[in-house]
């Protein structure tokens, strides 16, 4: 099993600054990496998938990077609806698709 | 718009059997391999099981190879997870998600449901 590893398990960020979110994985995942959004009460939402490529209608606010095994989700700008738990996902082993813990972004 | 509707969730004694459906709409549900996906209270994701477009490849999470079983009706749109001797470790909200791939799973999901909660407890 491949091990997704957050960091850091939270951020606390003003509203208009830059949000950096870090995924790590245990080995090579290539770029098949994908990170979701979650807010209280909802399902996760699709954001990035292939390391860097934003989902249908999401904001470019968000992007990623990375490769291998290190990865990273920006947000520039916080609003206030971008506080939420952010979770990175491989799938590169296939069918046994992983998670990482999660990462809480917060308001400073 | 796609909307995925999970229903079958309660409260259930260890060792017993649930059946969880998930009603899709808004998409050619019979093109998309579908997942299921659960959340602890409070924790984080895990992937649970997925069935391919057409019903003939399934695969899931070591935990619960066995135990329970996903299956579709494409004539009604409708995803199926058939639980058999749960544990407590079972208890969340099991979400469905679609598989972003059309006939070929790509292994990540672009649309889920808004979950329905297994508890289960004696």
């Known amino acids: 099993e491949i091990v997704m590893t957050q960091s850091p398990a939270t951020l606390s960020v003003s509203p208009g600054e830059r949000a950096t979110l870090s995924c790590r994985a245990s080995?090579?995942?290539?770029?098949?990496l994908a990170w979701y959004q979650q807010k209280p009460g909802q399902a996760p939402r699709l954001l990035i998938y292939?390391?860097?490529t934003r989902a249908t209608g999401i904001s470019a606010r968000f992007s990623g990077s990375g490769s291998g095994t290190e990865f990273t989700l920006t947000i520039s700008s916080l609003q206030s609806e971008d506080f939420a738990v952010y979770y990175c996902?491989?799938?590169?082993?296939?069918?046994?698709?992983?998670f990482g813990q999660g990462t809480k972004l917060e308001i400073k | 718009q796609v909307q995925m509707v999970e229903s079958g969730g309660g409260v259930v004694q260890p060792e017993r059997s649930l059946r969880l459906s998930c009603t899709a709409s808004?998409?050619?549900?019979?093109?998309?391999?579908m997942h299921w996906v659960r959340q602890a209270p409070g924790k984080g994701l895990e992937w649970v099981a997925v069935?391919?477009?057409?019903?003939?490849?399934?695969y899931y999470t070591d935990s619960v190879k066995g135990r329970f079983t996903i299956s579709r009706d494409n004539s009604k749109s409708t995803l199926f997870l058939q639980m058999n001797s749960l544990r407590a470790e079972d208890t969340a909200l099991y979400y469905c998600?679609?598989?972003?791939?059309?006939?070929?799973?790509?292994?990540?999901?672009?649309?889920w449901g808004q979950g329905t909660l297994v508890t289960v407890s004696s």
């Open positions: 808004g998409f050619t549900f019979s093109r998309y391999p």
């Open positions: 292939y390391a860097s």
């Open positions: 069935i391919s477009h057409d019903g003939d490849n399934k």
């Open positions: 080995q090579s995942v290539s770029s098949k």
């Open positions: 996902q491989q799938y590169n082993n296939w069918p046994l698709v992983t």
């Open positions: 998600a679609r598989d972003r791939g059309i006939a070929s799973a790509d292994y990540f999901f672009d649309y």
